[in-house]
């Protein structure tokens, strides 16, 4: 079956980085979109970044773009998120999602997700 593994949360200071990786296995995903969705305490899911396997363009949610980059090895079905500069208010549970290409990159329409990473900004 489809698994989703993320690594890499933990607790930075404001200004600091982190970078979570995911590795997927289970089917090919030449035809999916993988990236990452965050969760913080009473708000809903949102998406953060994303990435089409084919052809590697990414996309960013308004918030991060500038500070965070999506990125992938084919080679080992893994997807990357480095994120710089971060802000107390990136503090939230990240969770990687896998969709196929011609989906919706919409939290309820995901087909795959991992179990979620921590990561905490202290200001």
């Known amino acids: 079956q489809v698994q989703l593994v993320e690594s890499g949360g933990g607790l930075v200071q404001a200004g600091g980085s982190l970078r979570l990786s995911c590795a997927a296995s289970?089917?090919?995903?030449?035809?999916?979109?993988m990236g990452w969705f965050r969760q913080a305490p009473g708000k809903e899911r949102e998406s953060v970044a994303f990435?089409?396997?084919?052809?590697?363009?990414?996309y960013y949610a308004d918030s991060v773009r500038g500070r965070f980059t999506i990125s992938r090895e084919n080679a080992k079905n893994t997807v990357h998120l480095q994120m710089s500069s971060l802000k107390p208010e990136d503090t939230a549970v990240y969770y990687c999602?896998?969709?196929?290409?011609?989906?919706?990159?919409?939290?309820?329409?995901?087909?795959?997700w991992g179990r979620g990473t921590q990561v905490t900004v202290s200001s």
């Open positions: 990435i089409r396997w084919s052809d590697g363009r990414a």
């Open positions: 289970g089917r090919t995903f030449s035809n999916y979109v």
């Open positions: 999602a896998a969709e196929p290409q011609y989906g919706s990159w919409r939290a309820h329409d995901i087909d795959y």
